[in-house]
């Protein structure tokens, strides 16, 4: 995933140069950051839903209001 990340932040780059020119170093950095970071942070939560999924958790919750709200099962 940090792959995917890497190559996300260069699809950014590239996209950026295209459309705006020549960037500062200071953009680069904070883009290179800003888009990597977020990635690896969908990635984590992503990774922690399946987890919490797979192990049980979700079925230890108690629905306290089952029977008073109407569902559509």
């Keep these: ?3 995917g990340g890497a190559l996300c932040v260069g699809a950014a ?3 950026l140069r295209w459309w705006a020119g020549p960037m500062p170093i ?3 950095i904070a ?3 800003g888009v ?3 990635f690896m942070l969908g ?3 992503m990774a922690l839903t ?3 999924s797979g192990t049980g958790h979700d079925e230890q919750v108690i629905d306290r209001i ?3 709200v109407p569902s559509d099962d």
């Design 1 to 3: 995933m940090a792959l």
């Design 13 to 15: 780059l590239g996209f």
């Design 26 to 28: 200071h953009m680069i």
């Design 31 to 33: 883009t290179i950051l």
């Design 36 to 38: 990597w970071l977020t």
């Design 43 to 45: 990635t984590a939560l």
């Design 50 to 52: 399946f987890l919490s």
């Design 66 to 68: 089952k029977d008073e």
